[in-house]
């Protein structure tokens, strides 16, 4: 079946690198997702790849894709308070229809 | 600001009353969907409306009613609700043909 799997909380130093981790079971996903989730808030895209790349950098934002472990990550450069939030790892369903498959999602703790 | 707006942002009611959470996308799309989030797991898909007709429901309780009356509005009707019904209450749409998702800021429900 389809499942999507996050570590649900992680700790980092402002000013650290933080790499959030994601595994998932659908090997035809063709799109992979990472949202935000601030307090109070909706999700917000941060960014998604192709499941023909290996990597897609976006400023601070550096996204990992390894297909043959089923393995994506995403990795924020020089983290900063403002980063606090929860991320989403999610995949592209294949059949079906628009289906998004979301992890329970990662919390992430900046402190100084 | 995602375009994506829902209305209320918070609601509190008794397991007998009758209430209704609003969805409003200004995106141009035409694919609507519901998503619940409760605590420490993931989103779970209940609908999806494309061009105004259902195309999904996810097994969700009858005591949840969907009604998409045009491509930009998306209503979800609650009655008799349970108190492990509490929870974040999300919309979302994206393009009919385009599988990147834009949700609102959620409506929080309790169920006393």
């Known amino acids: 079946g389809e499942d999507v799997e996050q570590s649900l909380f992680l700790s980092v130093r402002e000013g650290d690198s933080s790499v959030i981790n994601c595994t998932y079971t659908d090997s035809s996903s063709t799109y992979l997702y990472w949202y935000k989730q601030e307090p109070g808030a909706g999700l917000q895209l941060l960014t998604y790849i192709f499941s023909n790349m290996d990597m897609k950098q976006d400023q601070r934002l550096t996204v990992l894709l390894n297909k043959k472990d089923k393995h994506l990550s995403l990795r924020i450069a020089d983290t900063q308070t403002g980063d606090s939030a929860i991320y989403f790892c999610?995949?592209?369903?294949?059949?079906?229809?628009?289906?998004?498959?979301f992890g329970a999602g990662t919390r992430l703790a900046v402190h100084p | 600001e995602t375009g994506v707006t829902q209305t209320p942002r918070h609601l509190v009611m008794g397991m007998t009353n009758k209430k209704s959470l609003k969805c409003e996308q200004h995106?141009?799309?035409?694919?609507m969907y519901w998503y619940k989030q409760s605590a420490k797991k993931p989103l779970e898909l209940m609908f999806v409306?494309?061009?105004?007709?259902?195309?999904e429901n996810n097994s969700v309780p009858s005591r949840f009613s969907p009604e998409c009356p045009n491509s930009s509005h998306l209503f979800l009707h609650l009655h008799t609700l349970q108190p492990e019904d509490s929870a974040l209450y999300l919309c979302a749409s994206s393009q009919e043909n385009k599988n990147i998702q834009y949700f609102g800021a959620g409506t929080r429900l309790s169920v006393l």
């Open positions: 999610a995949e592209w369903a294949s059949g079906g229809y628009n289906k998004l498959i």
């Open positions: 995106l141009g799309h035409n694919a």
């Open positions: 409306y494309s061009l105004e007709e259902r195309v």
